[in-house]
């Protein structure tokens, strides 16, 4: 009479690699299944449904992604390691010549990586600001 029924969820993996088959002889190779374009749909739905939800409760709003906004925001880390710019955290100007290397070498990998498949303005943008970190990285280490 006073047992009251708890209220809860159900959590369904639906993730088509689990832990148990990864094999380990391999080399760490893992079984994958390949996602019919139904799941893969609903995934993509679900994820923009809950994407708006979370967006809609943001105190400020955060810049739409594109590819240039993503270089920019890996060259401000790089300028930030660099010492060039205050960390926004702490705003001390502190230098980390292997975290900006890192990010100037990935910069460089996005640019191989990207080649062709760039218009001309995201092009010049990204050899522009690796033309640029490269400079100022030559410049601390001298």
């Known amino acids: ?11 369904r993996d639906r993730r088509k690699i689990r832990l148990d088959e990864l094999n380990s002889e391999s080399g760490g190779g893992e079984k994958v299944e390949e996602l019919s374009k139904e799941e893969e749909a609903r995934a993509r739905k679900e994820y923009d449904d809950a994407s708006k939800q979370q967006r809609a409760s943001e105190e ?11 270089i920019f925001s890996l060259a401000s880390s790089a300028l930030v390691h660099l010492g060039e710019v205050p960390d926004p955290v702490s705003k001390k100007k502190e230098v980390n010549i292997s975290m900006a290397r890192h990010i100037i070498d990935t910069l460089a990998m996005i640019e191989e990586k990207t080649k062709g498949n760039l218009d001309r303005d995201e092009e010049q943008l990204l050899k522009t600001l690796l033309y640029d970190l490269r400079i100022k ?3 601390k280490c001298s």
């Open 137 to 139: 990285f030559v410049q």
């Open 1 to 11: 009479m006073g047992e009251k029924e708890e209220k809860g969820f159900v959590f």
């Open 60 to 70: 400020t709003q955060l810049p739409k992604v594109t590819f240039s906004t993503f």
